[in-house]
Each structure stands twice: as structure tokens, then as C-alpha cells.
């Protein structure tokens, strides 16, 4: 079916590495880039996997100075499977490589629905004439573990032997990511390989310094033929199995290869090696695992629906596929946070930054499990976040803005301009509000469930461990008798200090600022509904004295917002900066999303002009509908009318670069409310961010998780108004003509597949059958209440 598939015509070595990491397939447990069986990493091919969780920290000297870097690391490739023809007399031709031999017929077909990536090709060989060759690919959604390849080798007027090399190749280092060149990449040490009769080679390795054991199986068989020879040929770094197959027209060869992997994190296991020897040998045939593995993936398209018509459903699937390879019901099961690029690449190093702000809301109403899992891995890193505040004699818990095994802040020091060829300082690891992000998604998480035994224990830890944090750090400034937070960066991440400053950081970030207030009267909120042993449980854990909150009361209603020219400040002193003449740098550049490295390579700098990465201040009015955001602001004293957030919205959109591809989403997802006629620009580009890679080359080094499960609530929640709050659905749906018609299935408070969907100006809500209580339903203008297995169908006004 189209809608369910992506196919890649033709073979271009420029567009490889792009049509690699959107063909990456994964289970949540790790992924295998959809490089080609054959190929070895270089300029055009990098195969690659990854375990979810599996970093390892080198150290590496650059511009002269020793710096730290922790990585998700390339384990060896299981992948690794070439042949050749072998004439009747033992002649062998060259192996097969898309590079080098004469292709007739080329296509990858990613199946979405089945969870598969196919190869179809003819070539012409120089002895053997036409040759077709089909492999299919899984890396198994029901057995986290398993992987598995079938190759079929057919020819059509010659006879003699194919000769198959069957691998796992330890010698892999960390190279996708070309600007990271500078930085140690040899991950893997003490790697050693054997093999077990009659169809195994394994091999094993460890991490450099976070001594993390790996083990990799791979049985390589010929089912149904009898092959001339096989053999079995570890070495050091490379476990192979070679076998010889007869060959001939109406007799294809067919290869099955079937892969495990486990590491030394695992539960339950003796050590890894043994798992993956045992897990591979136990493993059945191939059509077994295919059926297995495809009804594995019918369960989470069940758990997952979403119903968009025409090219954009489409892509929003796909968007949801990758989604579900990163973060699967697997995920529920491990010690990991969000990746910001999936398990699809290298670059950001496979860190957790923010992301999870876009992708948990979209979890929470359909893999609850999942979400609960993220949040936990910022629980278990809490006593580092209240360490690394204390180190700056703050209270409560500052969370780093990139975390990875062990939640110290792995931002790196510094960072290459690839248009200058400088290193520079890097300063985002003052991105405080990643901490707000944090309580945001746990109260998210607690108002779609219910789940009222998190939020009162976990839930409540981090969230007052954060308000904390915000309390204390914010400052009294008599004159303006305000609170300011002093010294951060907000989400533009192109302002790092004021012109000509010697120190990083910007004043009363109104994005940080608001937020925080935010994080405080939901903390106040909760200490009032918690019961009082919970609540004296609760102070005496955390060592909270009740003597802070009447500071958290004052900071919550009096952090200042800066304003100027009638729109909100994106920080204070923003509107003294330079205008940037933007049309110039159109016209002199083919892209200027990264306007930070043009003017930096030009011998200027960003931090002199009204210019923006992405959005910042209109990231409230993602976060917020607008009625909560106007009532933020007043609690503040501050009056925020739609006049005011038009002009705002207005006014940034004319100072943005979007050089970030959740820019796209953000901006979409506000002009919905506040500017409709262009909201569908921005939809679409945010649609098309990683299929037509618009970043230019950064698709290759990992998806962008972010904005794929932020187009998906966009959906969800950005079309449909909805919020889960007060143990209701509060929806208010604004129409889009480019997105007039969709449906989506929820999982909301013990309800499965609860139906939406939106047609022809009629909400209709079905909600199925089973012993949970009615859910109520709030519009603007009315309230309902729909029992299960009823179904409600509503008429909304036109606006």
C-alpha cells in the first residue's frame, strides 16, 4: 500500500546517508542504520548500531586544549553480509557493490506497516550476465534482541557457485558526524571472536571506560540447499562465515543471517555473550520471525492510529514509525531518556536535551508505560541535578542541558563553525530551563493518566526539586520591586551574552522566566493537595524547610517579563540590538538557518541583532493555550491580550532564521491560533524537515526526534485544542483547510482506543466499551459525557 511504504529509486551515493538513516529500523532496545549489507563506513556508506543507553566517554585534544566527550557508541556491525559469483572451475569474480558493478534495476522499499527494509536490484555481471538479488531486513519489534536478513541470489542464464562472506565486524569507530573528526572515536576494546558449529560466529568487546560488555551471534544459513562448503573464520576484529552455494536458473540461493545482541545492562542475563549465543541459536526460521515481528508492529499501529489523509499522512507516518523505533513499549524496560537524533545517527553524540518536551505529550495518550520510564530516567539523575546546583550554591536540582548514562551536563565545551573552521566556546549548558521542560512533562504525564501515585512521590520530588532551583536563583530587584533570573539562555540558543560582554549568559529570558513561574504555582499547587503525612514525607526527603515557600509564592507572581515596542522582550535588552538586514544575507547565501555561523565566519556576531535561531518567546504559546498563558501572565501582573500575542508573534516571525528544525513545528503550532492563513507554510516545512532533509546534510547523521513526534501532536492536540486537565478532555479544534480531515485512537485513563476524528466540521468521539467510568468532555461552548461504548458526534461552530 502506498500510504504504508517509502521507496528510494535508483542508487545515488550523494543522498546514501540520508536514505540510511530514515531506512533505520529498531525496536527501542537499538537500530540498525539502513546502510547496505555489503558496504563498510566511508564517505558514501555508514553502516552503524546503536543500543539505546550505550555511551561511552573519551577524552580528546582540541584547539589546544583537553576536553571530554561523552558518545552513543557504534557497536560492531552484524550486518555486514557480501557475495560474488565463483565460475564452474573455481573462478571468483569480484564481490558485489553497488559502487563499482553495472546496475539494471536498483529500489529500497521501506514497509511501515510491516516493520521491513527490502533491496531489489539487477545487475549485470561480467561473467554470469543478469543477476537479481532481493534482501529483506527486520530488527525484531517483539524480541528486542533480534535482528534478521534474507538475501535471495538468483540468475538467469549461467550456472556455477556464489560465494558468501557473512560477518560481524568489530573494527567500527564513531565517524558520522564529519565535524566530530577532531574527536576520539575508538570506543570498543578487549574485542575478541569465536565461533560455535556449526553455523555461529559471535564476538565480544567492551567500552573504553564505562566498561560496558557487549555480545553479538550471528548464524548464517542456507535453508533447503546444501552448500559446496562452509566455514567458520573468526580473527581479531571480524567473526565471518563463508559458504559456497551452487547456483543456476529456477535455483536461486537463498542466505537467512539472524543476529542477537546484548549487553552487560541487560536484566536477567549471566553475561552477554552467552545471552546472544543462546538468543541466535534459539531463534527460529526466518518466516517465523517475519510473522512474529510483523504482528509485534500490528499491536502498536492498534495502540498508535492516526488517520491523515493525502501526502501528509504519509509523512506523519512515517514521523510515527521512527518515533515508535526509538521509543517503543520496549523502552518501558530500560534506564533511558529521549534521544534528541533517535537511534538513527551520531550527531549531538546521542544525548538527551529537551526533546522529550515535544514527544511525552504525544506518548502520555498512547504509551503511557513509556512516558513513566522517561521520566524516571530524570528521577534516578535527580541527586546529580541537586549536586550540580549545589555546586553553584544553588538549592534544589539543576538539570544539564545534555544528559547521557550518569546525568552530569555533557554539553561540550566547544564547538566547530564549519563555515570558519573555529572552535568555539560553547555556552548552552546555561539552558536552564531545560529543568522546566522536566516539570512540565511530569505534570503532563499525571493530568492524561491520572496516575496521581507518581505525581505524588517521584513526580513530586522533581517538580519541587526544580521550583527550588527557580526560587533561589531568581533575585529581588528593589528598583522594579521584580524578581530577575540572571545569566541563562533561552531556547534561540543564538544569544549567549550581551555585545561586547565578558561573561555568557542574557538577563530575564521571558521564555525561562515564565516558565519557572510556571514550575513554582504548580509546586504550590501540589504541596496544598498533597495529603499532610504525604506532604511531611515529602519535606523531610527532600530536606525542604516549609519556611521557602512563601518565597516561591513571591517569585511566582513577581518574576519580571520584559517588554518593549508592545511585544514581550525574547530577553531584557533584546529590542536594543541591531536590526539585521535580512534581505542582504538572502540574497549573498542559499541558506541562512545558521546565520550564527555566517556572521561568525564573516568576523561578527549574532549576539549584535535581533535575530533568532528558532522560537523562544513564541514557545509559550506551544506550551500554553492561550487562556492558561493570559492567566500565567496576569498571576505575574501582567495583561496579555490577543493584541498584545499578535503583535508578539507578529514581530519574531519576521527575526527568525529557523535554524533548528522544531522552529517549523513551533511556529505552525502558534499560527494556528494566532495566524491561520500562514500556519500551513510552517506545518508543511516542519512535515518535510527530515524527508527532504531542509537542515542540508543533517538528516544522515540521525533523525530529528523532536519535530517527528511534534508534527504528530500537532495532530493531536495543536489542531484539536486538546488538554487533559481537571479529569477532563477540553477540546477546542480550530480548522485548517490543508488539515480539515484526520482521526487519531488515545489511551486516556484506563480507556483503550478512545476514537477522534474530525470531519466535515463534526467532532465524533467514540469511546469503547469496558467497566471504566464516562469520560467528560469540555468545548468551548458545552460539556459532555460519553459512557463507554457510546458514541458522541458533535457539531462545531464555523468560525
Given at each position: 500500500m502506498p500510504e504504508w511504504s517509502w521507496e528510494y529509486e535508483g542508487y545515488d551515493p550523494g543522498a546514501e546517508r540520508l536514505r540510511e538513516s530514515l531506512c533505520t529500523l529498531g525496536n527501542g532496545y537499538f537500530a540498525t542504520r539502513g546502510a547496505v549489507p555489503e558496504s563498510k563506513a566511508g564517505l558514501v556508506h555508514y553502516p552503524a548500531t546503536y543500543v539505546a543507553g550505550c555511551y561511552n566517554l573519551l577524552e580528546s585534544t582540541v584547539a589546544g586544549r583537553r576536553v571530554e566527550n561523552e558518545d552513543l557508541v557504534n557497536l560492531p556491525n552484524w550486518l555486514r553480509l557480501r557475495f560474488r559469483l565463483r565460475s564452474a572451475d573455481g573462478a571468483a569474480g569480484p564481490w558485489f557493490s553497488p559502487d563499482t558493478c553495472e546496475l539494471?534495476?536498483?529500489?529500497?522499499?521501506?514497509?511501515?506497516?510491516?516493520?521491513?527494509?527490502?533491496?531489489?536490484?539487477?545487475?549485470?555481471?561480467?561473467?554470469?550476465?543478469?543477476?537479481?538479488?532481493?534482501?529483506?531486513?527486520?530488527?525484531?519489534?517483539?524480541?528486542?534482541?533480534?535482528?534478521?536478513?534474507?538475501?535471495?541470489?538468483?540468475v538467469e542464464s549461467w550456472s556455477g557457485e556464489i560465494e558468501v562472506d557473512s560477518a560481524i565486524d568489530g573494527d567500527v569507530i564513531n565517524a558520522n558526524v564529519h565535524r566530530y573528526r577532531s574527536l576520539g572515536k575508538n570506543h570498543l576494546t578487549h574485542v575478541q571472536t569465536g565461533s560455535e558449529d556449526p553455523d555461529t560466529v559471535w564476538l565480544r568487546c567492551r567500552t573504553s571506560t564505562s566498561d560496558i560488555g557487549v555480545g553479538m551471534a550471528a548464524r548464517t544459513v542456507a535453508p533447503g540447499q546444501a552448500p559446496s562448503s562452509s566455514g567458520l573464520h573468526p580473527t581479531h576484529h571480524r567473526a565471518a562465515h563463508r559458504l559456497v552455494i551452487p547456483i543456476a536458473p529456477g535455483r536461486p540461493a537463498v542466505v537467512v543471517k539472524t543476529a542477537a545482541v546484548h549487553t552487560s545492562r541487560d536484566q536477567a542475563i549471566r553475561n552477554p555473550l552467552e545471552a546472544a549465543v543462546d538468543r541466535v541459536t534459539g531463534a527460529p526460521d526466518f518466516a517465523t520471525l517475519l510473522d512474529s515481528h510483523t504482528a509485534a508492529w500490528e499491536r502498536l499501529w492498534r495502540g498508535a492510529e492516526i488517520r491523515v489523509p493525502g501526502e501528509a499522512g504519509r509523512v506523519l507516518r512515517l514521523h510515527l514509525f521512527h518515533v515508535l523505533q526509538t521509543l517503543s513499549p520496549h523502552?518501558?524496560?530500560?534506564?533511558?531518556?529521549?534521544?534528541?537524533?533517535?537511534?538513527?545517527?551520531?550527531?549531538?553524540?546521542?544525548?538527551v536535551f529537551w526533546d522529550e518536551l515535544f514527544v511525552l505529550p504525544y506518548l502520555n495518550l498512547h504509551f503511557p508505560e513509556v512516558s513513566r520510564a522517561l521520566l524516571n530516567y530524570r528521577h534516578r539523575r535527580l541527586p546529580q541535578?541537586?549536586?550540580?546546583?549545589?555546586?553553584?550554591?544553588?538549592?534544589?536540582?539543576?538539570?544539564?542541558?545534555?544528559?547521557?548514562?550518569?546525568?552530569?551536563?555533557?554539553t561540550q565545551q566547544l564547538h566547530l563553525n564549519p563555515r570558519s573552521g573555529r572552535w568555539l566556546p560553547d555556552n548552552s549548558r546555561l539552558q536552564h530551563h531545560v529543568g522546566s521542560a522536566i516539570a512540565y512533562n511530569v505534570w503532563q504525564y499525571c493530568?492524561?493518566?491520572?496516575?496521581?501515585?507518581?505525581?505524588?512521590?517521584?513526580?513530586?520530588?522533581?517538580?519541587?526539586?526544580?521550583?527550588?532551583?527557580?526560587?533561589?536563583?531568581?533575585?529581588?530587584?528593589?528598583?522594579?520591586?521584580?524578581?530577575?533570573?540572571?545569566?541563562?539562555?533561552?531556547?534561540?540558543?543564538?544569544?549567549?551574552?550581551?555585545?561586547?560582554?565578558?561573561?555568557?549568559?542574557?538577563?530575564?529570558?521571558?521564555?525561562?522566566?515564565?516558565?519557572?513561574?510556571?514550575?513554582?504555582?504548580?509546586?504550590?499547587?501540589?504541596?496544598?493537595?498533597?495529603?499532610?503525612?504525604?506532604?511531611?514525607?515529602?519535606?523531610?526527603?527532600?530536606?525542604?524547610?516549609?519556611?521557602?515557600?512563601?518565597?516561591?509564592?513571591?517569585?511566582?507572581?513577581?518574576?519580571r517579563v520584559p517588554f518593549h515596542q508592545g511585544v514581550i522582550s525574547q530577553f531584557d535588552g533584546y529590542g536594543d540590538l541591531a536590526e539585521l538586514d535580512?534581505?542582504?544575507?538572502?540574497?549573498?547565501?542559499?541558506?541562512?538557518?545558521?546565520?550564527?555561523?555566517?556572521l561568525e565566519a564573516e568576523g561578527d556576531t549574532v549576539n549584535r541583532y535581533q535575530a533568532s535561531k528558532q522560537a523562544d518567546v513564541l514557545m509559550l504559546g506551544y506550551l500554553f493555550s492561550p487562556a492558561e498563558?493570559?492567566?500565567?501572565?496576569?498571576?505575574?501582573?501582567?495583561?496579555?491580550?490577543?493584541?498584545?500575542?499578535?503583535?508578539?508573534?507578529?514581530?519574531?516571525?519576521?527575526?527568525?532564521?529557523?535554524?533548528?528544525?522544531?522552529?517549523?513545528?513551533?511556529?505552525?503550532?502558534?499560527?494556528?491560533?494566532?495566524?491561520?492563513?500562514?500556519a500551513w507554510t510552517y506545518c508543511r516545512e516542519a512535515l518535510e524537515e527530515d524527508v527532504a532533509d531542509l537542515q542540508g546534510g543533517t538528516t544522515g547523521e540521525g533523525i530529528h526526534l523532536g519535530a517527528m513526534a511534534g508534527t504528530l501532536d500537532l495532530v493531536q492536540r495543536g489542531l484539536t485544542g486538546l488538554e487533559t486537565r481537571e479529569d477532563a478532555l477540553r477540546l477546542d479544534p480550530?480548522?485548517?483547510?490543508?488539515?480539515?480531515?484526520?482521526?487519531?485512537?488515545?489511551?486516556?485513563?484506563?480507556?483503550?482506543?478512545?476514537?477522534?476524528?474530525?470531519?466535515?466540521?463534526?467532532?465524533?468521539?467514540?469511546?469503547?466499551?469496558?467497566e471504566e467510568s464516562p469520560i467528560r468532555v469540555v468545548l468551548t461552548d458545552r460539556a459532555v459525557t460519553i459512557a463507554p461504548g457510546d458514541t458522541c458526534t458533535l457539531v462545531l461552530p464555523r468560525s
Open positions: 539494471l534495476e536498483y529500489r529500497h522499499t521501506l514497509d511501515l506497516r510491516r516493520g521491513t527494509l527490502t533491496r531489489r536490484l539487477r545487475y549485470r555481471d561480467s561473467e554470469g550476465g543478469p543477476v537479481s538479488v532481493e534482501q529483506c531486513r527486520l530488527v525484531h519489534m517483539g524480541d528486542p534482541h533480534l535482528a534478521a536478513l534474507r538475501t535471495v541470489v538468483t523502552t518501558a524496560e530500560l534506564d533511558v531518556g529521549v534521544p534528541a537524533r533517535g537511534l538513527h545517527g551520531e550527531a549531538y553524540r546521542g544525548h541535578a541537586c549536586r550540580a546546583a549545589g555546586e553553584i550554591g544553588r538549592a534544589g536540582a539543576m538539570y544539564p542541558w545534555q544528559s547521557g548514562s550518569d546525568g552530569r551536563e555533557e493530568e492524561a493518566t491520572g496516575d496521581t501515585e507518581y505525581l505524588h512521590t517521584k513526580g513530586a520530588e522533581m517538580l519541587l526539586q526544580i521550583a527550588r532551583f527557580w526560587a533561589d536563583t531568581a533575585a529581588y530587584d528593589p528598583r522594579t520591586d521584580r524578581y530577575r533570573i540572571r545569566g541563562v539562555l533561552g531556547p534561540d540558543e543564538y544569544h549567549d551574552s550581551y555585545p561586547g560582554a565578558a561573561a555568557p549568559g542574557l538577563d530575564d529570558n521571558a521564555y525561562t522566566n515564565v516558565t519557572a513561574a510556571w514550575v513554582l504555582s504548580r509546586a504550590l499547587d501540589l504541596v496544598r493537595r498533597l495529603p499532610a503525612w504525604r506532604r511531611q514525607e515529602l519535606f523531610e526527603r527532600i530536606e525542604l524547610n516549609g519556611g521557602e515557600l512563601p518565597k516561591w509564592e513571591a517569585v511566582s507572581r513577581r518574576l535580512w534581505d542582504s544575507y538572502r540574497a549573498r547565501y542559499d541558506s541562512i538557518r545558521r546565520l550564527d555561523r555566517i498563558l493570559q492567566s500565567l501572565f496576569h498571576r505575574l501582573g501582567y495583561e496579555l491580550d490577543d493584541e498584545v500575542w499578535r503583535r508578539t508573534v507578529d514581530y519574531y516571525l519576521k527575526r527568525t532564521s529557523h535554524g533548528s528544525t522544531l522552529s517549523g513545528l513551533v511556529h505552525g503550532w502558534v499560527l494556528t491560533r494566532a495566524r491561520r492563513a500562514e480550530v480548522p485548517l483547510p490543508a488539515l480539515s480531515e484526520y482521526g487519531f485512537s488515545l489511551r486516556y485513563r484506563g480507556h483503550w482506543g478512545v476514537s477522534v476524528r474530525l470531519q466535515s466540521g463534526q467532532l465524533r468521539i467514540s469511546v469503547p466499551d469496558s
